[in-house]
């Protein structure tokens, strides 16, 4: 998945490139509307700055969808204006996220933008390298050898492997896999991953998932030990 990201705030820019890699994205920074114009061309998705030199993000969002490109566009801006905003949302943008904003608000938009532009039908079979999740039957298989999982454990596994080389951190996996009631200060994680870790070696593979501190773990592919 790349994203593009047009900020002329050097540090800015290389703060939302830093955490969106670390999520798994490509990401590309342009400094002003003319590199943002010339770079737009093969990105999943835009994180456009409002004000740049030479030109405006509206401007610039404005000449991308006359061209024909449906890009989604996130629109940052410190600006407090709800008729600005409006501008950039008649101009093209899909959203827009007001400065200062916490990286994970922008991640979330990220996410949302992109599960709205993907296909709706998912398939039920995941595959990375050797390792096989059948989603309807709740199955995990390593070279046809069958990996037997709790539900908490496929589900674990499932996510992980839905976006295979990227890192997920401990709060957004307890998000996304256990019940809200579930308490975010536990080792919950830490304990279903070795547990994960230690049935599939069991089943031939090794070093599948990696521990990187500070950041999360992610599923490494392809699986093939």
């Not at 740049?52 to 801006?77: F, H, S, W, Y």
């Not at 938009?109 to 390298?129: D, F, I, M, N, W």
């Amino acid at each position: 998945m790349k994203l593009l990201i047009v900020e002329d705030d050097k540090r800015l820019a290389a703060m939302i490139s830093r955490g969106m890699s670390s999520e798994g994205y490509s990401c590309s920074i342009a400094e002003n509307v003319a590199s943002g114009l010339a770079a737009a061309t093969d990105v999943d998705l835009i994180i456009l700055d409002r004000m740049l030199p030479g030109g405006d993000g509206v401007e610039l969002c404005r000449q991308l969808r006359a061209k024909g490109n449906r890009v989604p566009i996130i629109m940052l801006t410190a600006l407090a204006d709800v008729d600005e905003r409006i501008d950039g949302l008649r101009a093209g943008a899909d959203d827009y996220l007001g400065k200062p904003f916490d990286f994970e608000e922008l991640l979330a938009r990220v996410e949302a933008l992109v599960r709205r532009a993907a296909p709706q039908v998912e398939s039920p079979k995941l595959q990375c390298g050797d390792l096989s999740i059948n989603t309807e039957e709740h199955t995990a298989q390593l070279r046809g050898v069958d990996v037997p999982l709790t539900a908490l454990e496929f589900d674990l596994l499932k996510l992980l492997a839905r976006h295979p080389n990227r890192f997920w951190s401990r709060e957004r996996i307890m998000s996304r896999v256990w019940p809200s009631t579930a308490e975010p200060e536990t080792n919950v994680v830490d304990v279903y991953i070795s547990r994960l870790r230690r049935k599939l070696s069991a089943a031939g593979a090794t070093s599948i998932i990696e521990t990187r501190r500070g950041v999360g773990y992610r599923l490494l592919s392809p699986v093939n030990d």
